[in-house]
Structures are given as C-alpha cells and as structure tokens.
C-alpha cells in the first residue's frame, strides 16, 4: 500500500460540513449537466457512465431526485445550458503541483480567478502537461470501515482489479485502473461492503514533501480557496503525507 495524498486524506475528513449545501449541489448539477451534453444527450446512466458517476456523487450528499432530474434536462437539446469543461495545472505554496478541473459558463472570468488564487498563495498557473506528467487517472471507490478491519482489508486486496488499498478515517480508499472502475465497484458490493462514492481520480507518482507546519497550513488554506471556488469541481495535489 503506497503513500498517498495528505489533501485527499483532509477532504474527506472536512466532508460537507465546510461548505454551503447550495454550493455543493450547484456544483454537482454542472457536472451532471455536462455529463450528458458530452454525451450527445444521453440520458441513461447505465449507457452515460461519466453521468452514472456523476449522479452517484451527487446521491452521497443526499441531493434531491428532482435537483439531479433538473441538471440532466438542463444538459439535453437547443436549450441545453452552455458550459464548458477546463483543466488546470500549477504550482502552489513552495512549488506544490496541483491539477483542477472546472466547469464554467465564462472562460475568461474562471481563468483570471484562478489566476489570481495561484499568485496571491506565491504560486502560478503552468502549461499543460507541466503538473500532469506526475499523475495517473485511477478509479477510486471510498469503501466504508467495517470493525472487522483486517478481514475486510484482506477480502478488498483479493477483488480482481484492485491496484492499492489505503485506510483513512472510517473509510478504506480502493484504486483500480479507470477501466476496472464499475467491474470493482461490483465486486465490493457483492461482497457485502458499503460503497461511500466512486469516482475516477489523479493520483501523484511522486508526493510532495514539507516538514514545516506553517507552510503546510498555506498549502492547505490555497487547496481550500480552490475548492471553494464556484467554478472548481475537483482539486488534485501531490502533498504528502510525511509533512
């Protein structure tokens, strides 16, 4: 089991309590939206696997059925709101990597916001590929902690697909490769466990390492400013957990 994010480790522990409800579920209605524009209009989950993805993350902070059936209308015929998908990559505090991506109705306001994130934290936007060449995508399956922790550890590294395990606080975090991503997520579930969300994910190859307690509250206080941003849908970074 190898090292992994320290901020991937904090979001899940900060959950939903540090953000407005109103906001998360804006934010989830895009990416459903997007989901199915980006699919020609496809709005069957089960044919939409970027929308069943989509639609499960938005279930997990319990969004209503008819928010989410709202989002997958907006995302279908002439009338379908006009959002675009971007992708970001920079440097932060100390030269900490970060990709995000966003979704926005306003490409140059989003860029020049986050712009100016990165510069007033000390960092700076980079060109594609500057961050990203030390990422992988990977599926993600957060498994709820059961008591029996060894055995339920022991079952999860057996599933066919399954790359890593890591525990973190009340849950097991589950990689596989992209494509394994719906075939593991089956397997956990036939073998009785409680799936927390799914998702596809970046992984760091190489953790950033700090050592300095007040550095690493800047580099947290900078991820948490992107995260906040209206605009900003996931937020990936290689802070190690040896800081």
Known sequence: ????????????????????RGQIFSKLSRAISVAVAD?????????????????????????PKANIERAI??????DKEKLISMRFEGYGPGG?????NAITDNRQRTIQ???NIFEKSGGSLATPGA???????????????????????LALMDID???????EEGIVKVLTG????????????????????????MVPQNLFSVKDSEKVKKIIDFLGRLENHQDIQDVFTNLGTSS
């Open 161 to 167: 697909g399954v790359e890593d395990i890591n525990k």
């Open 96 to 100: 900490v990597g970060v990709i995000i």
């Open 39 to 63: 699919c020609k209009g496809e709005k069957d989950p089960n044919k939409n696997f970027k929308l069943r993805l989509a639609i499960e993350k938005a279930r997990g902070v319990s969004m």
């Open 1 to 20: 089991m190898s090292g992994h994010s320290k901020w991937a480790t904090i979001k899940h522990q900060k959950g939903i309590k540090d953000k407005a």
């Open 178 to 201: 992209r494509k394994r991503l719906t075939s593991v997520r089956k397997a956990i579930l036939n073998q009785g466990f409680e799936i927390v969300s799914s998702s596809l994910v």
């Open 113 to 115: 916001e986050i712009k």
């Open 131 to 153: 961050v990203a060449y030390n990422f992988v995508s990977r599926g993600q399956n957060l498994v709820k902690k059961e008591e029996k922790e060894e055995k339920q550890m």
């Open 73 to 78: 209308d907006r995302g279908v015929g002439k």
